[in-house]
């Protein structure tokens, strides 16, 4: 399902949109030298120097005039106010930590625009899971495998996590999450995020590509894909929009655009900035693992004095969390709550008492056993023994 854009994101979006379809026309290249991947992902101040630099004085001109009119039509109400940013500005913070920090610094702007100058900054790894291909980056809690807690890079970006929750708040504020998943150029093959929420997930595509799309599985759909022995019916939705899916329930594929010239980075190594032509950032709750509350309090109890919920501030969750009743919803600062994690440690504890106790029974048991039948075959009463030496047997 589409979701509309609120008013003050839809005039930026759309601004910058128009501008760089008009920079391509003018141009006549849509990826080149004049006109790079890193474009998709380009304010309008930055389209404009762009042009500057490669269009001809009469060519920049009408795009100068056609940018004034858009200005013009598309600039009421697109500033709004952003909340205080965390702590103060670190100069050991990753380039992304501290734009977001200034940005939030400023009180107020677009916050389309300062979400897309931060996130071409984030720290992205090689996507390894074996469905797909890409680059990610996850912000806030994770669940995989047993395994629960915060992603590596959330405790260093507080202030990220609070620009893109603004964001995501923005345009969907009934939503509730856990996690912000940045992609770039990204593909996956068909399958279902089994380990999130049994609610809505959602995508926003932050770059403004024309090309790649996300098919989901839906019974009233004209576009069919064989997965193994089963064709499933479903529909391909633009990448660049806002989505609200199922993802845990719904089979869902996402295609990529395909770059002119596509980076080969190692495992580890980070994407060319460059080369970028799309983002998406995809929200979803792992609350359907109970044990992030578990992870949570393993945190808790690893950083001691440190709270966790200043680390990310992520909008809380219902039953995983509880929360102050304070002004700014995006930044309540969690608090375990004491009923689920009693409710969760104490059976993990019981249930880890109750297998050893079963396995040192077993154990003995089993000791007892092999006595027994030492003791009837009379071994260890033989009059030889093994020199482990030559490995020959002598006599006593």
Known sequence: MQVHLPRHVYNVALEESLLLQAYRTLCGVYVGHQCPPVTTMSCRNDIMLLAKQHLDPSSYT????????????????????????????????????????????????????????VVPLLPFDRDTRKFSQGFICTLGLMAKRGAHGL??????????????????????????????TLTLDNTCQP???????????????LSHHDAGGLWIASAEGRDFVEVGDTLYAGEVFPTSLALSFLAASNVHIRSACHLSHPPVPGPRQQPDRRAILEVLLTLAAYVRHKGATFGLLQMAIVTAVRSVGGQWGLVTLGGVVKANVVN???????????????????PRVVIGLLRVLFFTAARAVLILLELCTLRDANIGLSPHRIDLDDMAIVSE
């Open 62 to 117: 009408a795009l100068s005039q056609y940018a004034a009119m858009l200005s013009t039509k598309l600039s009421d109400a697109v500033v709004v106010e952003f909340p205080l940013p965390v702590g103060t500005c670190n100069a050991k913070a990753s380039e992304a930590e501290q734009l977001a920090w200034h940005h939030l610094a400023e009180g107020s702007g677009s916050i389309w625009s300062s979400a897309r100058a």
């Open 151 to 180: 992603t590596r890079h959330t405790s260093g970006h507080p202030n990220v996590c609070r620009l893109l929750n603004k964001l995501v708040h923005a345009i969907r504020p009934s939503l509730r999450w856990s996690s912000l």
């Open 191 to 205: 399958h279902m995020d089994a380990g999130n929420w049994v609610g809505e997930s959602m995508a926003i595509g």
């Open 328 to 346: 700014d919803p995006l930044w309540q600062e969690p608090q375990l709550s004491l009923i689920n994690a009693f409710f969760l440690v104490v």
